[in-house]
């Protein structure tokens, strides 16, 4: 079940399945979200939380208690204008998840639970004497462009936000 609290010790999602229903009902991605079980939309809202909140951020969480990465203090809007509210989930940080959400539902629903297609061919593989580890062709690998378009306008710290490595295993 998803705790879309806001500061919520046990929030595990920024976007509650009837808000994505109502995202969907106006996307040319509805029908890819309609055959979903509602179990199946929460996991998918789950997962693209966790993976947005794996990224750098600026500022700080507002509370020391609260699970996910946002709502955050110390945030400035896209246009630089005026300070994000403390106490909100930005609309784009929550369009950020619905748009992971629709790529995650193209690519992985019938593919590799860890890699997609596409995941895979921007991967190749790395030996150093007893070590071999998968090294991503780009530095910004996972998160579509639109993604982090919306994400760059809350405080997501790009630069620093992505790796090109996945973890190395003795062989």
């Known amino acids: 079940m998803i705790d879309a609290t806001i500061k919520g010790a046990s929030a595990n999602s920024y976007v509650s399945v009837a808000d994505a229903d109502s995202h969907f ?17 929460e996991q998918f809202l789950v997962f693209s939380t966790n993976r947005i909140d794996a990224e750098l951020f600026s500022g700080a969480k507002t509370t020391t208690e609260q699970s996910l990465q946002m709502p955050r203090k110390g945030i400035i809007d896209k246009d630089q204008t ?25 690519e992985y629903k019938n593919e590799s639970p ?14 150093i004497g007893p070590l071999k580890g998968t090294l991503r062709k780009t530095t910004e690998y996972s998160l579509p462009d639109i993604v982090k378009r919306y994400l760059r306008s809350v405080g997501y710290n790009f630069w620093i936000g992505s790796s090109p490595f996945i973890p190395v295993v003795r062989v």
């Open 82 to 106: 005026y300070w994000v509210d403390e106490d909100t989930i930005p609309a784009y940080f929550q369009l950020s998840v619905l748009e992971l959400v629709t790529e995650y539902i193209k």
């Open 114 to 127: 860890t890699f997609s297609k596409n995941d895979q061919e921007r991967m190749s593989d790395v030996t």
């Open 25 to 41: 009902d106006l996307s040319i991605f509805k029908s890819l979200w309609t055959q979903l079980s509602t179990e199946e939309k």
